[in-house]
């Protein structure tokens, strides 16, 4: 099945799943088409201004106060969120993973969270929550909103489908989606099983990073972000409903499906991406600029030119500098990165950092490319290159990152990352040639 979609971000769209859902000139006719009713879903204060001001208009089968029972906890011991002080069980440190394995019992979306990092403190709205979600059966007759945050989707083994308030969509690897905070949704198979990343931002709405001197073209296009059209669920079935609420979940059962929104109109949407259609811009002479420059979507701060949350890639992309090395240089910031591989090999840390495994670096602690990397960049033929079949990316953020104990205890913990560095030799002498002799 082919899924439809809207394109634009951040745009005020309407969708109607049958026609003359929606109402016209109006939000809130007295009686609506199709005796369905009206309701206003926002993620933004009523009064704020008109650019950041988010909102939709539901017109559905029943309100969303049928949707609800007396709700119970729902024990999720891997699903973690911040503050999360005294979990770690770890010393402080570079830190480096390899894939989580995928689980042998039936496990869904939402029982295949396991949580790495959090960051900030969720009752507070600032921060955020690094996991992996691993699955290998869908959601059936069961449902779930998050009122903490919103949830970004990174596949990086097996397809889903996510089936929201507002419609369907699908994320493949080298896709994201996006839901916003407080919409329903499940999640479904594409295949046999699922592995990939998932952002959870207690903070500011994801939105585009200003471009400044770069002008109007380039990086994250508006134009390729993707929302999908009105869908709708008529069920009469014994349905669950999972809330993530101040760092804990909560379950309740009602007699329905709660996915029966008809039509819709507004800019507060979930939607998904293509990573491949972002235009990467680079240095053409010399140097490399800062990674910010490969930004596909922020969570701002209030502190301008701090994030919350930056969601950065490493794609496809050409290496032309003069007289540089080309991989990320060797830094210490007050960013904290959890970083992720999607495909193929991250110049950086071609051995060693593999598809599906994670690292962590957190605020200044040194971090940069391993001996192997410096080597070859250092010696390296420095005509054009390509480098291609390759996608990593960075969940950046302003406060410093602490390790779960589940993460911790994992098996896939490298204890020898920090030897990736342990064969960069002193190439100081006193000349100003240095000594590159093996």
Known sequence: MTLE???????????????????????SPQRCPYGLYAEQLSGSPFTAPRASNERSWLYRIRPSVRHMGEYQPYDQ??????????????????????????????TNFIDGIRTITTAGDVNTQAGMGSHVYVMNTSMEDEYIFNADAELMFVPEHGGIRIFTELGKMEANPGE?????????FRVELLGD???????????????????????????????????????YEDREVPSTVYVRWCGRTYSATIPHSPLDVVAWHGNYT??????????PV???????????????????????????????????????????F?????????????????????????????????????????????????EKASTSDLAPQKLEGTMAF????????????????????????????????????????????D
């Open 5 to 27: 979609y809207m394109t634009g971000f951040g745009n005020d769209f309407e969708s109607e799943a049958l026609p003359g859902a929606l109402p016209q000139g109006m939000n």
């Open 77 to 106: 011991p891997f699903w973690k969120s911040a503050p999360c002080y005294g979990d770690e069980t770890l010393p402080l440190g570079q830190r480096r993973w390899d894939p989580v394995p995928m689980p042998d019992a039936p």
């Open 176 to 184: 994201i989606a996006v839901v916003p905070r407080g919409m329903v």
């Open 193 to 231: 099983e699922a592995r990939g990343y998932l952002c959870e931002n207690y903070g500011a709405r994801l939105t585009l990073p200003e471009r400044g001197p770069i002008g109007a073209n380039c990086m994250a296009n508006p134009r390729d972000f993707r929302t999908p059209v009105a869908a």
């Open 270 to 279: 979930p939607y998904v991406y293509d990573l491949s259609t972002y235009s």
């Open 282 to 324: 680079g240095a053409i002479l010399f140097d490399h600029p800062d990674p910010s420059i490969f930004t596909v979507l922020t969570s701002p701060s209030g502190e301008e030119g701090t994030a919350n949350i930056d969601f950065v890639i490493f794609p496809d992309r050409w290496l032309v500098a003069e007289n540089t």
């Open 326 to 374: 080309r991989p990320p240089w060797y830094h210490r910031n007050v960013m904290s990165e959890f970083m992720g591989l999607i495909y193929g090999a991250y110049d950086a840390k071609e051995k060693g950092f593999v598809p599906g495994g994670m690292s962590l670096h957190n605020m200044m602690l040194p971090h940069g490319p391993d001996a192997f990397g410096f």
């Open 394 to 437: 960075m969940f950046e953020t302003r406060i410093p990152q602490h390790i779960t104990s589940y993460a911790s205890s994992l098996e896939t913990l490298q204890e020898d990352y920090i030897d990736c560095w342990a064969g960069l030799k002193k190439r100081f002498d006193g000349t100003p040639e240095g000594n590159w002799e």
